[in-house]
T-cell receptor
Framework: GESVGLHLPTLSVQEGDNSIINCAYS??????FIWYKQESGKGPQFIID?????DKRQGQRVTVLLNKTVKHLSLQIAATQPGDSAVYFC????????????FGGGTRLMVKP | NAGVTQTPKFRVLKTGQSMTLLCAQD?????MYWYRQDPGMGLRLIHY???????AKGEVPDGYNVSRLKKQNFLLGLESAAPSQTSVYFC??????????FGPGTRLLVL
């Protein structure tokens, strides 16, 4: 079936640098995407979302970019902090299945002090 | 406002035993979900509910049953636990297609 997946399993960055986490999707009909952050031992936490009629959306220190042509999303974290260390998932709600989220395997972000 | 809570936090079962995981939300959400997460993997949907009294199968429903007798509660049952059901179970709820709010998880070990 359709899938949402991530390019890299682990990303290591220096504290203060910017982080970029990538995500590819295969369903051309997907029109809404959500990024989640999952810290060790906790449930996923909503970060930011974007609809397909947008190319970019900004939050606090985070920006999501959507390239529909190549079916690619990225999450950019500015001035990465130790508290940003977590696994990041992109997800695609499926409206015909009760908004079931299809998750990729996740990218682990490790922040070096 | 506690959000989404799950009980128990951790449980050890022997193969063949049964148990029920409880999820409760106080946000008046219509939609509720049960996911499992295995090491190094994303979440996979077990069952979900779009309203009180309704349930539906997700990606990996075999070996699990659910009930949504009250809007605020969503129960996940394992009738005869198997080692393959060792996992971390997350419950989530949502108002619409937007954000799903997740609970803290239940760690289940089946010996």
């Amino acid at each position: 079936g359709e899938s949402v997946g991530l390019h890299l399993p682990t990303l290591s960055v220096q504290e203060g640098d910017n982080s970029i986490i990538n995500c590819a999707y295969s369903n051309s009909a997907s029109d809404y995407f959500i990024w989640y952050k999952q810290e060790s031992g906790k449930g996923p936490q909503f970060i930011i979302d974007i609809r397909s009629n947008m190319d970019k959306r900004q939050g606090q220190r985070v920006t999501v970019l959507l390239n529909k042509t190549v079916k690619h999303l990225s999450l950019q974290i500015a001035a990465t902090q130790p508290g940003d260390s977590a696994v990041y998932f992109c997800a695609d709600p499926t409206p015909n299945a009760g908004n079931m989220l299809t998750f990729g395997g996740g990218t682990r972000l490790m922040v070096k002090p | 406002n506690a959000g989404v809570t799950q009980t128990p936090k951790f449980r050890v079962l022997k193969t063949g035993q049964s148990m029920t995981l409880l999820c409760a939300q106080d946000m008046n959400h219509e939609y509720m979900y049960w996911y499992r997460q295995d090491p190094g993997m994303g979440l996979r949907l077990i069952h979900y509910s779009v309203g009180e009294g309704t349930t539906a199968k997700g990606e990996v429903p075999d070996g699990y049953n659910v009930s949504r007798l009250k809007k605020q509660n969503f129960l996940l049952g394992l009738e005869s636990a198997a080692p393959s059901q060792t996992s971390v179970y997350f419950c989530a709820s949502s108002y619409s297609r937007r954000t799903q709010y997740f609970g803290p998880g239940t760690r289940l070990l089946v010996l």
